[in-house]
């Protein structure tokens, strides 16, 4: 059963950071595409990073470009976000998702994505 958990939340103070991961269990994340997304109070799931399964091809939502890095270890089998310079309104739940894609794709498409974990707060407050 393919598997999905994050880990690496927290609170932070505006300014900070933090560093995200996303294991994937069960099968090699190799064909796998993986995204991060996140979900404030009472607003939709946005996609925020993903990242091809060749790891050749990233993306951003243009409000953490130059912030936030998306990175893999296919030896570990995780998924890394790099938070710096955080803000107030990145806080949210961080969700990690998985879906097979060619090999130098990946959408921030939430509804793209189909093994999701059960995601980790990030609340960026001073």
């Known amino acids: 059963q393919f598997q999905v958990a994050e880990s690496g939340g927290g609170l932070v103070q505006p300014g900070g950071s933090l560093r995200l991961s996303c294991a994937v269990s069960?099968?090699?994340?190799?064909?796998?595409?993986v995204g991060w997304f996140r979900q404030a109070p009472g607003k939709e799931r946005e996609g925020v990073s993903c990242?091809?399964?060749?790891?050749?091809?990233?993306h951003y939502v243009d409000s953490v470009k130059g912030r936030f890095t998306i990175s893999r270890d296919y030896a570990k089998k995780t998924v890394s976000l790099q938070m710096n310079s955080l803000r107030p309104e990145d806080t949210g739940v961080y969700y990690c998702?998985?879906?097979?894609?060619?090999?130098?794709?990946?959408?921030?498409?939430?509804?793209?994505?189909?093994?999701w974990g059960q995601g980790t707060q990030v609340t960026v407050s001073s």
């Open positions: 069960s099968f090699p994340l190799d064909y796998y595409g």
């Open positions: 990242i091809s399964p060749n790891g050749f091809v990233t």
């Open positions: 998702a998985a879906t097979r894609y060619s090999n130098s794709y990946c959408e921030v498409r939430p509804d793209t994505y189909d093994y």
